[in-house]
């Protein structure tokens, strides 16, 4: 069974059309990469998936559950977590204490909060040294992290990620998708939504959308290696950008 379903999704700002019978899943353990130029419909596509914005019709189905009618405090209980972009850490708080906030709001007992901050240092070794500073200070990629990590202290069973590599150097885009890679293999379902071709190479399940239509699925190696090109041309990465940081076997 699939972890997330979604199916013929359509979903309007206002009186504007943005998605167009959006279809795909996504399975336990897997990281998938859903590509797209500014404007394509990712950011609208997790939004219906987590609740935030009302769909018209189609259907997102959750572990065999249609969603339809929950909220998104349902939804965030039952397991569906969202990384927005922008990563709105909580720039006067330390690391620690944004951690403790996240627990806090997802619901997370006193006793069970150790544990799992604990775990976020251990993905996160840089928050780990870094736990007392504050949030403010810290560098994108490592700010990134901790959004990711406030994510994950609700213990979710769906990660979605908005842009996570945006503003990124390639190296901390390079540890911030080894950790997505990492989190999948400890069989948590990641969805991360990318202007960045560079992400493909991560990831098991690719989507490419175009104008709010899903226009190809493969594998992400498959879909970089064969319109290479063309995915760079569209999407405005730079070669020097791939070539400038490490290859996922060095992580």
């Not at 959006?22 to 596509?45: C, D, P, W, Y």
């Not at 006067?92 to 150790?114: C, F, I, M, Y």
């Amino acid at each position: 069974m699939s972890v997330l379903e979604v199916e013929d999704l359509k979903a309007w700002y206002g009186d504007i059309q943005v998605l167009f019978d959006v279809h795909f899943r996504i399975e336990q353990g897997e990281l998938a990469v859903m590509i797209g130029a500014n404007g394509a419909g990712k950011s609208t596509t997790l939004g219906a998936i987590v609740g935030l914005i009302a769909r018209r019709s189609g259907r997102v189905f959750f572990e065999g559950q249609d969603t339809s009618g929950r909220s998104v405090r349902d939804n965030v209980k039952r397991g569906i977590c969202l990384v927005p972009e922008g990563r709105r850490v909580f720039p006067d708080l330390s690391v620690e204490h944004n951690l403790e906030v996240a627990q806090w709001a997802g619901g997370r007992r006193k006793t069970d909060g150790p544990v799992g901050i604990k775990q976020m240092y251990e993905i996160f070794a840089r928050l780990g040294e870094r736990r007392k500073q504050l949030a403010g200070t810290l560098s994108g990629g490592e700010q990134q992290m901790l959004a990711i990590a406030r994510a994950l202290v609700a213990r979710p069973k769906l990660l979605l990620v908005d842009e996570c590599s945006m503003g990124l150097s390639p190296i901390a885009a390079h540890e911030v998708l080894i950790a997505l890679k990492r989190l999948a293999t400890d069989g948590i379902a990641v969805l991360a939504v990318e202007q960045n071709a560079e992400a493909l190479e991560y990831a098991d399940t690719a989507f490419v959308l175009e104008q709010g239509s899903i226009t190809r699925s493969a594998r992400g190696d498959q879909i970089l290696g064969v319109r290479k090109s063309a995915v760079e041309a569209y999407l405005g990465t730079g070669k020097e950008n791939l070539d400038a940081r490490p290859r996922p076997a060095d992580g």
